[in-house]
């Protein structure tokens, strides 16, 4: 059962009283045919939606069996009562229940707006942020009064666009995470039970986190489980209260604490005190204003921030960020952040974490000196070509010259008479050989030689 084995976000004081049903559970002791045994009465609502008529308000809150029959302009009433759970309990609708009425009334042409009466110390996180997703996610002004709003039930109710405390004794707040468990191993040991654990063979981290709270050792369970889900919850929270929460409190706001009455609106947790009248008027005036807006409200908030519809902040994931350093700004709240504004059609801007910014002016430095690398390594490359060109054109040059001087030569050696004065052998001449001293006109051509060869 989800009793025995869930997690819940609840006050504790509630959890304690809480306590012996949940031993009557765990026993087999308890069965809801008892209740109706003992004179407790368990029937379903005879009606399933529920409004309050602006101009038939004397009649107070009535019941209907469809939507249709509901008159224009009414305001939809959601009661969220008890210990929170995702399906249907013996004492009341469960949130996903509750949650599929809210969309329907928020989608029919005759409801105008929500109010939603809570009166909850919390209750389990299976189910709760599709349900705060629901509330959060409505087209119509919806507004949460609180009589206890607490845990999970805050968590939910704060989705919405404004809180109305219920009164001087009203409960608010309770925002953070724990967990608490009895531990039967010795009285269970002293009855002659003794458990077995039996892990497979790749399962060894299976229940290891709660294998050590027993022994003692709350770390793992607080690192896996609870500061991840307290991580979520006050994302959510810091959220769906963007620019409202008192910036000097909000450490200890978040930490846990209830507040009671009037504290809660003077720290931001609420918006205002006020009756479940009140609560109404204020879904109306909102529905007004968005009628004269053309669909869009503003926030009861002094200090809301902006892009919202009905008051309420459409960029959950991004104002989650708000107030977040170091390894606190995760990826997977930059990706949300990013998807949302990718969903609001927003384009060419996106959100990087401090360490992915790091990272990528790391790689673009090095893409930059690799880039460097590369264009000197190319010029000298060029540089070298262009050098091996004028090599190649200097030789060819010199060994042209060199060819233009032999041939000068030959042609030279061959004229007789006071041209050469120490000819060569020439097909004319005997085979005397001449005196082997250097001419003149070997000199000359020589000079002739040298100069032509540069």
Request: some cysteine; proline content about 3%; hydrophobic content about 45%.
């Amino acid at each position: 059962m989800a009793v025995l084995n869930g997690f819940f976000l609840m006050e504790a004081s509630a959890i304690q009283n809480y306590m012996p049903l949940a031993e009557q559970m765990r026993e087999g002791r308890f069965r809801a045919a008892d209740w109706v045994e003992g004179g407790v009465e368990i029937t379903p609502p005879a009606k399933s939606y529920f409004v309050l008529t602006p101009h038939a308000a004397e009649l107070g809150i009535m019941g209907y069996d469809a939507l249709a029959d509901v008159p224009a302009g009414s305001v939809a009433v959601h009661t969220i009562e008890g210990v929170m759970m995702e399906a249907d309990t013996c004492w009341s609708l469960g949130t996903a229940s509750i949650g599929q009425l809210i969309q329907q009334a928020d989608a029919h042409e005759n409801i105008v707006a929500h109010v939603a009466r809570f009166n909850t110390p919390g209750g389990s996180t299976m189910g709760l942020e599709t349900f705060a997703g629901i509330i959060a996610g409505t087209q119509k002004p919806f507004v949460s009064w609180a009589q206890q709003m607490c845990s999970a039930g805050y968590w939910s109710g704060s989705s919405g666009d404004a809180i109305v405390v219920a009164g001087r004794t009203a409960m608010v707040g309770s925002i953070g995470t724990m967990v608490s468990f009895r531990d039967y191993s010795k009285a269970l040991a002293k009855a002659g039970v003794e458990d077995h654990v039996i892990n497979a063979t790749e399962s060894t981290n299976k229940n290891a986190a709660f294998a050590e709270a027993v022994k003692g050792n709350y770390k793992p369970i607080r690192e896996q489980l609870l500061d991840p889900l307290n991580n979520v919850f006050l994302s959510t929270v810091r959220a769906n209260r963007a620019g409202k929460l008192n910036a000097k409190q909000e450490k200890e706001l978040l930490s846990g604490m209830v507040y009671i009455g009037e504290a809660s609106v003077e720290n931001g947790l609420a918006d205002q005190m006020g009756s479940f009248e009140d609560a109404v008027s204020l879904a109306l005036e909102l529905a007004g204003r968005a009628a004269k807006n053309g669909g869009s409200a503003p926030s009861t908030a002094t200090n809301s921030t902006s892009n919202t519809m009905f008051g309420k902040n459409k960029f959950t994931a991004l104002t989650a960020l708000a107030g977040l350093t170091g390894t606190a700004v995760t990826t997977p709240l930059v990706e949300a952040a990013n998807d949302q504004l990718e969903e609001a059609g927003i384009t060419g801007v996106a959100l990087v974490s401090e360490a992915a910014y790091t990272e990528l002016v790391a790689k673009a430095g090095r893409t930059d000196t690799a880039e460097a690398a590369v264009a000197a390594a190319q010029k000298e490359a060029t540089d070298a070509k262009a050098a091996q060109k004028k090599a190649e054109d200097a030789v060819a040059t010199a060994e042209a010259r060199a060819e233009q001087a032999e041939a000068d030569m030959e042609r030279l050696a061959e004229q007789p008479g006071a041209t050469v004065t120490t000819p060569r052998k020439s097909k004319d001449k005997n085979d005397v050989e001449e005196p082997t001293s250097e001419s003149d006109a070997q000199k000359l051509v020589e000079k002739l030689h040298a100069e032509m060869l540069g």
